[in-house]
C-alpha cells in the first residue's frame, strides 16, 4: 500500500474533524498524521492527512458527501512543500551539550530551552530531515517527544485557494421538486 | 413577525413553514418541551404516538417513500434516541429523507452522564446525511432550514437534529430570513452534455443493449422518461428491487429484477450485453454478485446523482452525475433523429429481446414456482397466496405493499405484478427485519384511499407488531397484513439448507397466534392453513372495514429460487434444492 498525502478545505464547523476521521477509520485505515488549522480564509480549515491507502480515489469522493467539505485534493504526486515540525526533550548533562549543539546546527535546529540535565529542541523542515534528526539525536536519550504531523502545501500557482469555495455560500442551491 | 417565541414554539413553526405534516414519536423528559408546543399547533401538525422510537423512524421513512416527501420522527434523549438508530440507519441505505428530532440533556449537563444523556450525534455521524447538535435556541431556524433543505435534495437521506432542553425552553425572536451557507454542499442535477453524447454513441453501437433502472428512477420522478427512452431506443429494461415500479412489467420491453433472487435470463442477459446502461441504481452487492465478474463484456453508463457511487463498485465507461430525470431528459434531447442509426439499433435490439424471452421461456420465471409436482402435496405452498393476492391487487387496483426482509420479500419481488412506481417498498439495503409494519403506518396515513397491503415474516413481524396499537388508535383502516408464516427465520434456514448442510442454528422460530394477537389489538385477525381458504380470507380484508391480519400457515421449508450464492458470480445461479426431501 502506498502512502498518500491528502489535503482538504473544510468548512469550520463543530464536528467536522470527527465526520473526517470517522470515514477513514470506518475502513479500517490508519491515519499516520493529521494537521488541521485555519486557513487564509475565516470559517474555512485546511487539513493534511497521510495515510496509507489503496483506493484514494474512492475515499475522496466519499469525503465530498461530508456537508463541510469543500475541497480534497490528493497531493501525493504534485510538487509539494512539505513541513513538519518535532519538540525533542533530550537528557542533556553539561559534558553532553558541545556535541548536541553541534547537532542542532547542522540540522539547523534551535535548542529553545535548557534546564539543569535537559534540553528542548525544536526541529522543523521536510519529514525526512526531521526523521533523520531524530534518528541522529537519538543516542543521546530523548525523555519526551512530539511531533507535529505534515503540511504540505502544492508548489506554484497550483492548489486551491480557500475563496474560491466560499464565494457561492449564500443562497439555495438548486432544488429539484421531487414529482410524484 | 418578530413576535417572542419558545425555542420549542420554534421548532413546530420551522416544520409547518417547510411543508411537513405529520410527525411520529415518542414524548419523554428531554424533548417535552417540545411537545408542550407542539399541543398549540396540533391543527397542522399532526403527531402519531408509536410504541418504539424504530416504529416511529420507519414510520416517517415509509411516509417519505410513498410520497417522496420528509418523513418526520421524535425521540426523548438517551434511550429513545438511540431506538431511533436502526430506522436512520435503515434510511441512510436507502437514500429515504427523513428528519430525526431528538432531544438532549440540558447544555450545562452535556458530557457529564446527566440522566437518559447520550452523545446521539456522535452515535449517528456515520449513519446520517448530516446531523447538528443544538445548545441555543437563536440557532434553531437556521438549522431546522438547512438540515430539511439537506435531507430532501441530491441524493436524501436522514439527517438529525438533537436540541438541549434548554434550547426548547429558550424564549427568543426568532429570525426567519435565512441564507443557507453550504459552500461544500452543492448537489449536481444537470447532466455534463458531453457525456451524454458519448453515452449515446455507445449506446448506438451496442449489439446487446440494456437498461438496468434502480431507485434514482422512482426518486427523481422519471418513469415518465424512462418510458419514453426504453420506448424510442427499444432497449429491454431491468429494475432492480428498489427500481421495482420504476418501469412496468407488463412492458414487452421489461425483463425483470436482476440478482441474487433475480430471474435467470437477467443475470443471463446482462453477462452477455454489450452496453449496460444503470441509471439511478448503485450496483448493490446483491445485484452484481461478485464484481470482479459482472457483466464482463460491457461498457457501463452509469447515471448517479452521488458521484462516490460511480465507479465504486464496477467500472464505469461514461460516468454521468446528474439527476437521473434530467439526465433521461437530455438523453431524449439529445438521440440523434438519424433514422439509419436508429435503425440499427432497433435492428439488434429486436434480435437481443428475442434471444433474452427465448432464455426466459425456457426458464419459464414465474411458473417454476406454480403448479409444481413437489407442491402439489403441500396443503399451503406459500406461492398461492402471492397468486391471490396478486389477482386481487389487479383486480381493486389502488394498493401499496411493504413488505419486510426474507424469503417472503423476495417472493413479493419477484412474484407480484408490479406497474406503478412506490407501490413496493421495502427496506432493500439495509435489510431491516420489523421494517414493515411500522413503514406501512406512514404508507397508510400519506396514502389514505390505497389499500396498504404488509407482506411480513413471522420472524420479523414479531420484532415491531406492537404497532398494530398505534394503527388502531389512528383510526386508520386501510392497512391489511399477511404474515407469511412459515415457523423459521426462513432465508437463514434457506441459506443453512444449501450451504451448511441443514444445521438449522437459532432458525426455529415459535410465535403467538397471530390471528388471536391482532383480535387483541383489536383487528380482525384470520388464520389460513390451505389453499382453498386463500382467495376468500383476502376478500375478507377487503370487505373489512377496519385493520385485518391473515396469517398465511405456509409450508414451512420451500426455498426462493433462482439464487445467487453470496460473492459468486450472477452466473452461478442454483435454480432448486440439491436435495428433495
Ligand atoms: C433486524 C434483523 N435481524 C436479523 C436479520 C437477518 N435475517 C435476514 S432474513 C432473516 C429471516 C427472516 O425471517 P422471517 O421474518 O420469518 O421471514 P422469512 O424469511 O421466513 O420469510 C433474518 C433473521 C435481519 N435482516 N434483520
Ligand atoms: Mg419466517
Given at each position: 500500500m502506498k502512502k498518500h498525502t491528502i489535503v482538504a478545505l473544510v468548512q469550520d464547523?463543530p464536528g467536522v474533524l470527527s465526520r473526517v476521521v470517522g470515514l477513514i477509520r470506518r475502513r479500517g485505515f490508519n491515519i499516520e498524521s493529521l494537521a488541521v488549522g485555519h486557513s487564509e480564509t475565516?470559517?474555512v480549515s485546511r487539513m493534511t492527512i497521510v495515510v496509507e491507502w489503496e483506493d484514494v480515489e474512492q475515499v475522496v469522493k466519499q469525503l465530498y458527501?461530508l456537508?463541510e467539505v469543500l475541497k480534497v485534493s490528493d497531493v501525493t504526486n504534485d510538487p509539494t512543500v512539505e513541513r513538519e515540525m518535532a519538540l525533542m526533550k533530550l537528557h542533556a548533562p553539561p559534558a553532553k551539550r558541545p556535541e548536541i549543539v553541534a547537532l542542532t546546527e547542522v540540522f539547523d535546529a534551535k535548542i529553545v530551552d535548557v534546564g539543569a540535565n535537559t534540553m528542548v529542541i525544536e526541529m522543523t523542515g521536510s519529514p525526512a530531515k526531521v526523521q533523520n534528526f531524530i534518528d541522529v539525536i537519538r543516542p543521546y536519550g530523548i525523555r519526551e517527544m512530539m511531533r507535529t504531523g505534515r503540511i504540505a502545501m502544492v508548489r506554484g500557482a497550483r492548489g486551491h485557494t480557500a475563496?474560491?469555495?466560499?464565494?457561492?455560500?449564500?443562497?439555495?442551491?438548486?432544488?429539484?421538486?421531487?414529482?410524484? | 413577525?418578530?413576535?417572542?417565541?419558545?425555542?420549542?414554539?420554534?421548532?413546530?413553526?420551522?416544520?409547518?413553514?417547510?411543508?411537513?405534516?405529520?410527525?411520529?414519536?415518542?414524548?419523554?423528559?428531554?424533548?417535552?418541551?417540545?411537545?408542550?408546543?407542539?399541543?398549540?399547533?396540533?391543527?397542522?401538525?399532526?403527531?402519531?404516538?408509536?410504541?418504539?422510537?424504530?416504529?416511529?423512524?420507519?414510520?416517517?421513512?415509509?411516509?417519505?417513500?410513498?410520497?417522496?416527501?420528509?418523513?418526520?420522527?421524535?425521540?426523548?434523549?438517551?434511550?429513545?434516541?438511540?431506538?431511533?438508530?436502526?430506522?436512520?440507519?435503515?434510511?441512510?441505505?436507502?437514500?429515504?429523507?427523513?428528519?430525526?428530532?431528538?432531544?438532549?440533556?440540558?447544555?450545562?449537563?452535556?458530557?457529564?452522564?446527566?440522566?437518559?444523556?447520550?452523545?446521539?450525534?456522535g452515535?449517528?455521524m456515520p449513519?446520517?446525511?448530516?446531523?447538528?447538535?443544538?445548545?441555543?435556541?437563536?440557532?434553531?431556524?437556521?438549522?431546522?432550514?438547512?438540515?430539511?433543505?439537506?435531507?430532501?435534495?441530491?441524493?436524501?437521506?436522514?439527517?438529525?437534529?438533537?436540541?438541549?432542553?434548554?434550547?426548547?425552553?429558550?424564549?427568543?425572536?426568532?429570525?426567519?430570513?435565512?441564507?443557507?451557507?453550504?459552500?461544500?454542499?452543492?448537489?449536481?442535477?444537470?447532466?455534463?452534455?458531453?457525456?451524454?453524447?458519448?453515452?449515446?454513441?455507445?449506446?448506438?453501437?451496442?449489439?446487446?443493449?440494456?437498461?438496468?433502472?434502480?431507485?434514482?428512477?422512482?426518486?427523481?420522478?422519471?418513469?415518465?422518461?424512462?418510458?419514453?427512452?426504453?420506448?424510442?431506443?427499444?432497449?429491454?429494461?431491468?429494475?432492480?428491487?428498489?427500481?421495482?415500479?420504476?418501469?412496468?412489467?407488463?412492458?414487452?420491453?421489461?425483463?425483470?429484477?436482476?440478482?441474487?433472487?433475480?430471474?435467470?435470463?437477467?443475470?443471463?442477459?446482462?453477462?452477455?450485453?454489450?452496453?449496460?446502461?444503470?441509471?439511478?441504481?448503485?450496483?448493490?452487492?446483491?445485484?452484481?454478485?461478485?464484481?470482479?465478474?459482472?457483466?464482463?463484456?460491457?461498457?457501463?453508463?452509469?447515471?448517479?446523482?452521488?458521484?462516490?457511487?460511480?465507479?465504486?463498485?464496477?467500472?464505469?465507461?461514461?460516468?454521468?452525475?446528474?439527476?437521473?430525470?434530467?439526465?433521461?431528459?437530455?438523453?431524449?434531447?439529445?438521440?440523434?433523429?438519424?433514422?439509419?442509426?436508429?435503425?440499427?439499433?432497433?435492428?439488434?435490439?429486436?434480435?437481443?429481446?428475442?434471444?433474452?424471452?427465448?432464455?426466459?421461456?425456457?426458464?419459464?420465471?414465474?411458473?417454476?414456482?406454480?403448479?409444481?409436482?413437489?407442491?402439489?402435496?403441500?396443503?399451503?405452498?406459500?406461492?398461492?397466496?402471492?397468486?391471490?393476492?396478486?389477482?386481487?391487487?389487479?383486480?381493486?387496483?389502488?394498493?401499496?405493499?411493504?413488505?419486510?426482509?426474507?424469503?417472503?420479500?423476495?417472493?413479493?419481488?419477484?412474484?407480484?405484478?408490479?406497474?406503478?412506481?412506490?407501490?413496493?417498498?421495502?427496506?432493500?439495503?439495509?435489510?431491516?427485519?420489523?421494517?414493515?409494519?411500522?413503514?406501512?403506518?406512514?404508507?397508510?396515513?400519506?396514502?389514505?384511499?390505497?389499500?396498504?397491503?404488509?407482506?411480513?415474516?413471522?420472524?420479523?413481524?414479531?420484532?415491531?407488531?406492537?404497532?398494530?396499537?398505534?394503527?388502531?388508535?389512528?383510526?386508520?383502516?386501510?392497512?391489511?397484513?399477511?404474515?407469511?408464516?412459515?415457523?423459521?427465520?426462513?432465508?437463514?434456514?434457506?441459506?443453512?439448507?444449501?450451504?451448511?448442510?441443514?444445521?438449522?442454528?437459532?432458525?426455529?422460530?415459535?410465535?403467538?397466534?397471530?390471528?388471536?394477537?391482532?383480535?387483541?389489538?383489536?383487528?380482525?385477525?384470520?388464520?389460513?392453513?390451505?389453499?382453498?381458504?386463500?382467495?376468500?380470507?383476502?376478500?375478507?380484508?377487503?370487505?373489512?372495514?377496519?385493520?385485518?391480519?391473515?396469517?398465511?400457515?405456509?409450508?414451512?421449508?420451500?426455498?426462493?429460487?433462482?439464487?445467487?450464492?453470496?460473492?459468486?458470480?450472477?452466473?452461478?445461479?442454483?435454480?432448486?434444492?440439491?436435495?428433495?426431501?
Open positions: 464547523r475565516p470559517g458527501r456537508i475563496e474560491e469555495y466560499v464565494e457561492s455560500a449564500n443562497g439555495h442551491a438548486e432544488r429539484v421538486p421531487v414529482a410524484n | 413577525m418578530s413576535e417572542k417565541r419558545t425555542g420549542a414554539q420554534v421548532m413546530c413553526e420551522a416544520l409547518i413553514r417547510n411543508g411537513v405534516e405529520v410527525m411520529f414519536g415518542i414524548p419523554g423528559g428531554a424533548i417535552m418541551p417540545f411537545y408542550y408546543a407542539m399541543w398549540d399547533y396540533r391543527d397542522k401538525l399532526r403527531h402519531v404516538l408509536c410504541r418504539h422510537e424504530q416504529g416511529a423512524g420507519h414510520a416517517a421513512e415509509g411516509y417519505a417513500r410513498a410520497t417522496g416527501r420528509l418523513g418526520v420522527c421524535i425521540g426523548t434523549s438517551g434511550p429513545g434516541a438511540t431506538n431511533l438508530v436502526t430506522a436512520i440507519a435503515d434510511a441512510m441505505m436507502d437514500s429515504t429523507p427523513i428528519l430525526a428530532i431528538t432531544g438532549q440533556v440540558a447544555s450545562h449537563v452535556l458530557g457529564k452522564d446527566a440522566f437518559q444523556e447520550t452523545d446521539i450525534t452515535i449517528t449513519i446520517t446525511k448530516h446531523n447538528y447538535l443544538v445548545k441555543r435556541a437563536e440557532d434553531l431556524p437556521y438549522v431546522f432550514e438547512e438540515a430539511i433543505y439537506i435531507a430532501t435534495t441530491g441524493r436524501p437521506g436522514p439527517v438529525l437534529i438533537d436540541v438541549t432542553k434548554d434550547a426548547q425552553q429558550a424564549t427568543i425572536v426568532p429570525d426567519w430570513n435565512i441564507k443557507l451557507d453550504l459552500p461544500g454542499y452543492k448537489p449536481n442535477y444537470r447532466p455534463n452534455l458531453k457525456q451524454v453524447r458519448e453515452a449515446i454513441k455507445l449506446i448506438l453501437s451496442a449489439k446487446k443493449p440494456l437498461i438496468i433502472a434502480g431507485h434514482g428512477v422512482i426518486m427523481s420522478g422519471a418513469v415518465e422518461e424512462l418510458r419514453a427512452f426504453a420506448e424510442r431506443t427499444r432497449i429491454p429494461v431491468i429494475t432492480t428491487l428498489h427500481g421495482i415500479g420504476a418501469f412496468p412489467e407488463d412492458h414487452p420491453l421489461s425483463i425483470g429484477m436482476p440478482g441474487m433472487h433475480g430471474w435467470v435470463h437477467v443475470n443471463r442477459a446482462i453477462q452477455e450485453c454489450d452496453v449496460l446502461f444503470n441509471i439511478g441504481g448503485r450496483f448493490d452487492d446483491r445485484v452484481t454478485g461478485k464484481a470482479s465478474t459482472f457483466a464482463p463484456n460491457a461498457k457501463v453508463i452509469h447515471v448517479d446523482i452521488d458521484p462516490s457511487e460511480i465507479g465504486k463498485n464496477v467500472k464505469v465507461t461514461v460516468p454521468i452525475v446528474a439527476d437521473a430525470r434530467l439526465a433521461l431528459q437530455a438523453f431524449l434531447n439529445e438521440f440523434p433523429p438519424d433514422r439509419e442509426a436508429f435503425a440499427e439499433l432497433h435492428g439488434h435490439a429486436s434480435d437481443w429481446m428475442e434471444h433474452i424471452r427465448e432464455m426466459q421461456a425456457k426458464h419459464q420465471p414465474k411458473q417454476q414456482y406454480f403448479n409444481r409436482a413437489d407442491t402439489e402435496n403441500m396443503s399451503l405452498p406459500p406461492h398461492d397466496v402471492y397468486a391471490a393476492l396478486t389477482k386481487a391487487l389487479n383486480s381493486r387496483g389502488n394498493y401499496r405493499v411493504v413488505t419486510d426482509v426474507g424469503q417472503h420479500q423476495m417472493w413479493a419481488a419477484q412474484l407480484i405484478d408490479w406497474y406503478r412506481p412506490r407501490t413496493h417498498i421495502t427496506s432493500g439495503g439495509a435489510g431491516t427485519m420489523g421494517f414493515a409494519l411500522p413503514a406501512a403506518l406512514g404508507v397508510a396515513i400519506a396514502c389514505p384511499n390505497d389499500t396498504v397491503w404488509v407482506i411480513c415474516g413471522d420472524g420479523g413481524f414479531q420484532m415491531t407488531n406492537q404497532e398494530m396499537a398505534t394503527i388502531v388508535q389512528e383510526g386508520i383502516k386501510n392497512v391489511k397484513v399477511a404474515v407469511i408464516n412459515n415457523g423459521y427465520l426462513g432465508m437463514v434456514r434457506q441459506w443453512q439448507e444449501l450451504f451448511e448442510n441443514k444445521r438449522y442454528s437459532g432458525t426455529p422460530l415459535s410465535g403467538p397466534d397471530f390471528a388471536k394477537l391482532a383480535e387483541a389489538y383489536y383487528w380482525k385477525g384470520i388464520t389460513v392453513e390451505h389453499t382453498s381458504q386463500v382467495e376468500a380470507a383476502i376478500e375478507e380484508a377487503y370487505a373489512t372495514d377496519g385493520p385485518v391480519l391473515i396469517d398465511f400457515r405456509v409450508e414451512r421449508e420451500v426455498n426462493v429460487f433462482p439464487m445467487v450464492p453470496q460473492n459468486k458470480s450472477i452466473s452461478e445461479m442454483i435454480l432448486e434444492s440439491p436435495h428433495k426431501s
